[in-house]
């Protein structure tokens, strides 16, 4: 598991999660990290092709 976290940290954390922003302000906190990362995967993967595009595009013009 990523930064060597076994059972024990993860319910320790859920805890700490759990009073700090209560119960019924869980589900839409993780609603909307759930939204920010799917975004930023997203907007990671499509910036890929078209960096190389750009590339290319510069390339043909300057030849």
């Given at each position: 598991?990523?930064?060597?976290?076994?059972?024990?940290?993860?319910?320790?954390?859920?805890?700490?999660?759990?009073?700090?922003?209560?119960?019924?302000?869980?589900?839409?906190?993780?609603?909307?990290?759930?939204?920010?990362?799917?975004?930023?995967?997203?907007?990671?993967n499509t910036?890929?092709?078209?960096?190389?595009?750009?590339?290319?595009?510069e390339?043909?013009?300057?030849?």
């Amino acid at each position: 598991m990523p930064f060597n976290l076994g059972g024990p940290e993860l319910i320790f954390l859920l805890i700490i999660v759990l009073i700090v922003f209560g119960a019924g302000k869980l589900p839409e906190v993780f609603g909307q990290l759930g939204k920010g990362v799917r975004t930023f995967r997203d907007e990671a993967n499509t910036d890929k092709p078209a960096a190389t595009t750009t590339t290319t595009t510069e390339t043909k013009k300057t030849n």
